[in-house]
Protein backbone atom coordinates (compact mmCIF):
# COMPACT_ATOMS: atom_id res chain seq x y z
CA UNK A 1 0.00 0.00 0.00
CA UNK A 2 1.24 3.35 -0.93
CA UNK A 3 -0.39 7.21 0.74
CA UNK A 4 -0.37 10.15 -1.17
CA UNK A 5 -0.15 13.43 0.28
CA UNK A 6 -0.20 16.63 -1.64
CA UNK A 7 0.47 20.19 -0.86
CA UNK A 8 0.46 23.33 -2.53
CA UNK A 9 -1.88 24.84 -5.21
CA UNK A 10 -3.67 27.43 -4.75
CA UNK A 11 -4.63 30.85 -6.90
CA UNK A 12 -2.54 32.63 -9.08
CA UNK A 13 -2.67 35.14 -12.22
CA UNK A 14 -1.66 34.29 -15.53
CA UNK A 15 2.05 34.13 -16.10
CA UNK A 16 2.79 33.44 -12.28
CA UNK A 17 4.19 30.11 -11.05
CA UNK A 18 3.20 27.89 -7.91
CA UNK A 19 4.79 24.93 -6.91
CA UNK A 20 2.58 21.05 -6.13
CA UNK A 21 4.75 18.57 -3.81
CA UNK A 22 3.29 15.16 -2.81
CA UNK A 23 4.29 12.65 -0.10
CA UNK A 24 4.77 9.03 -0.48
CA UNK A 25 4.28 6.73 2.64
CA UNK A 26 4.05 2.77 2.52
CA UNK A 27 5.66 1.26 0.37
CA UNK A 28 7.02 3.25 -1.08
CA UNK A 29 10.78 0.53 -2.07
CA UNK A 30 7.55 -1.14 -4.70
CA UNK A 31 7.21 2.83 -6.51
CA UNK A 32 8.11 2.83 -9.99
CA UNK A 33 6.22 5.81 -11.38
CA UNK A 34 5.46 8.77 -10.14
CA UNK A 35 3.62 11.84 -11.28
CA UNK A 36 0.73 14.15 -11.68
CA UNK A 37 -2.49 14.28 -13.86
CA UNK A 38 -5.41 17.16 -13.46
CA UNK A 39 -9.32 17.23 -14.11
CA UNK A 40 -10.46 20.50 -15.13
CA UNK A 41 -14.70 20.62 -14.43
CA UNK A 42 -16.40 19.05 -17.33
CA UNK A 43 -13.19 17.11 -18.59
CA UNK A 44 -11.64 13.60 -17.81
CA UNK A 45 -8.77 13.63 -15.88
CA UNK A 46 -5.23 14.01 -18.18
CA UNK A 47 -1.24 13.47 -18.05
CA UNK A 48 0.55 16.55 -16.54
CA UNK A 49 3.46 14.91 -16.07
CA UNK A 50 5.33 11.44 -14.91
CA UNK A 51 9.04 10.41 -13.84
CA UNK A 52 10.18 7.15 -13.55
CA UNK A 53 12.39 5.56 -10.78
CA UNK A 54 15.15 5.91 -13.05
CA UNK A 55 14.73 9.57 -13.66
CA UNK A 56 13.17 9.36 -17.20
CA UNK A 57 10.33 11.97 -17.34
CA UNK A 58 7.21 12.29 -19.66
CA UNK A 59 5.46 15.47 -19.71
CA UNK A 60 2.01 16.62 -21.70
CA UNK A 61 2.34 18.45 -24.59
CA UNK A 62 0.64 21.31 -23.28
CA UNK A 63 3.18 21.90 -20.26
CA UNK A 64 6.23 21.12 -22.11
CA UNK A 65 8.54 23.94 -21.56
CA UNK A 66 6.39 25.50 -18.48
CA UNK A 67 5.96 22.12 -16.09
CA UNK A 68 8.77 20.54 -14.55
CA UNK A 69 8.69 17.52 -12.39
CA UNK A 70 11.26 16.08 -9.87
CA UNK A 71 12.06 14.04 -7.06
CA UNK A 72 13.83 14.26 -3.51
CA UNK A 73 16.81 11.90 -3.68
CA UNK A 74 15.08 9.54 -1.38
CA UNK A 75 12.08 9.14 -4.25
CA UNK A 76 9.71 9.85 -1.05
CA UNK A 77 8.61 13.15 -2.64
CA UNK A 78 7.35 14.19 -5.79
CA UNK A 79 7.27 18.25 -7.28
CA UNK A 80 5.79 19.78 -10.09
CA UNK A 81 7.09 23.44 -10.62
CA UNK A 82 4.27 25.23 -12.89
CA UNK A 83 5.61 28.08 -14.16
CA UNK A 84 4.24 31.05 -17.15
CA UNK A 85 0.61 29.13 -15.86
CA UNK A 86 -2.20 29.83 -17.95
CA UNK A 87 -6.46 30.17 -17.34
CA UNK A 88 -6.38 26.53 -19.17
CA UNK A 89 -4.21 25.22 -16.74
CA UNK A 90 -6.74 25.47 -14.29
CA UNK A 91 -7.61 22.29 -12.57
CA UNK A 92 -7.79 20.04 -10.12
CA UNK A 93 -4.28 17.99 -9.55
CA UNK A 94 -3.77 14.63 -8.55
CA UNK A 95 -0.61 13.14 -7.20
CA UNK A 96 -0.34 9.95 -9.01
CA UNK A 97 2.15 6.66 -8.27
CA UNK A 98 2.18 3.18 -9.22
CA UNK A 99 3.09 -0.02 -8.42
CA UNK A 100 1.59 -3.28 -9.65
CA UNK A 101 -1.08 -1.10 -8.82
CA UNK A 102 -2.28 2.52 -9.29
CA UNK A 103 -2.53 4.93 -6.21
CA UNK A 104 -3.71 8.74 -6.76
CA UNK A 105 -3.58 11.54 -3.92
CA UNK A 106 -6.90 13.41 -3.04
CA UNK A 107 -6.07 16.85 -5.32
CA UNK A 108 -5.25 20.03 -4.90
CA UNK A 109 -6.88 23.07 -6.49
CA UNK A 110 -5.01 25.15 -8.84
CA UNK A 111 -6.68 27.96 -10.12
CA UNK A 112 -5.37 30.31 -12.85
CA UNK A 113 -6.81 33.56 -13.23
CA UNK A 114 -6.80 35.78 -16.06
Known amino acids: QVQLVESGGGLVQAGGSLGLSCAAS????????MGWYRQAPGKQRELVAL???????NYADSVKGRFTISTDNTKKTVYLQMNSLKPEDTAVYYC????????WGQGTQVTVSS
Open 96 to 103: YASTFRKY
Open 26 to 33: GSIGSINT
Open 51 to 57: ITSGGST
